[in-house]
Structures are given as C-alpha cells and as structure tokens.
C-alpha cells in the first residue's frame, strides 16, 4: 500500500501535466514595418492592373550592401541567388494574391533631386506563386533571374515610379555602392502611382 506522500506526490505531478498546456507561451514579437510603398503593376502580362505592396521591416547594413555587391561582382547572378536565399526577411512584396514574396534585401539612398531611391530584393522571380509567371510586355527576351530587383524612384512627396529586373539587367552602381536596375531611364515602368504609406505600426 502507498504512503500518504506517495500518494501526494503522484497528485502533484498530474496536475502539473494537466496545468502545463494552458500556461501562457512566450510569443515571438511581429516584425515593426518601418516603411510601407504601394503601387499599381503596369506593362505586365499577366498583372497589369493588379495592386502591389511593399513592406520594409528591415534596412541593409552597410556591411550587407557591400557583401552583396561583392558577391555580383565577383560571381555572378547565380551566386546573387544563392545569397539571397540563406539571408533574413527583411520584408514583402505582395501582389492580389494570399501569398508574399519574401524581401531578402531592402536599402535607401537620397537621389541629387531630394528624391529617394528604394531598392528590394525578393529571392524567387515576381510572379512565380501565380499560374503563369509576369512578363513585361513588348519584351523579345525577358530576364530569367532567379530573384527579383524592384527599383523604386520618389520625389520629395513620396511619390513616383518603379523598375524591375522582369525587364532590365542587374547591375552595381559603383558611386551610390547600390545594386540597381542598367540604364534605369531606358527599362520600362511596371509599378505606377508608387507612393510612401504610413510608416511603422
């Protein structure tokens, strides 16, 4: 026959047991969105029309930004790409669809106008949750990068354009230590009425 303490101590551990699932679970805090950019795709078959957002929560370091840049100079867009993947979300893209496009790389610089240039880095092409991939249009041979660069141009207000790799080469900008879209006032605008939305919640 079991003791009184036995016993006691066989009643403390079940209702330890049944306790321990309703005690509180720490949470992982959400990431703060520190700046937020809309804007509508255009020039784009399939998207054209559609809504696109992008959420920075976290800006490039410039230790990041200058090993990013060492990597496309040194070996090339596949390695680019192998980069991308292992590095932290630092944001997301999202179109009309539930799915996102993780932002692997976000960085801001201040044009000579006053203006700002905005440049995210996705690790997968735009487009590539959908059934047919985005295409720009009137593009005889569209880039197949395996990520995705969007070049965002804004004036003092918070407004402007934007530029994708869907439609131009990938290339370092040597003065502004930026990765950036070759000839940028050549490549063809897909995102339209970009403008700055609220910052951090």
Do not use: C, H
Request: glycine share 8%.
């Amino acid at each position: 026959m079991r003791s009184n303490s036995a016993i006691r101590g066989i009643l403390a551990a079940g209702v330890a047991i049944l306790v321990a699932p309703i005690l509180p679970v720490a949470q992982t805090p959400a990431p703060t969105r520190l700046e937020s950019f809309t804007g509508t795709m255009v020039n784009l078959n399939p998207g054209t029309g559609e809504n696109l957002k992008i959420d920075v929560f976290k800006w490039a370091t410039d230790a990041e930004r200058d090993a990013l840049l060492a990597v496309l100079k040194e070996k090339g867009d596949s390695a680019v790409g192998a980069a991308l993947e292992k590095a932290p979300t630092a944001g997301y893209i999202w179109g009309s669809g539930s799915l996102g496009y993780s932002l692997r790389y976000a960085q801001k610089s201040t044009l000579p106008d006053g203006g700002e240039r905005i440049i995210v880095v996705t690790d997968r092409p735009l487009g590539s949750w959908d059934r047919e991939a985005w295409k720009a249009t009137g593009q005889a041979a569209a880039s197949s990068y395996p990520f995705t660069v969007v070049e965002l141009r804004l004036n003092k207000q918070g407004r402007g354009e934007g530029k994708m790799s869907l439609a131009a080469k990938v290339t370092a900008d040597v003065d502004a230590k930026t990765l950036t879209l070759e000839n940028y006032a050549a490549a063809p605008v897909l995102i339209n009425n970009v403008r700055r939305a609220a910052a951090s919640i």
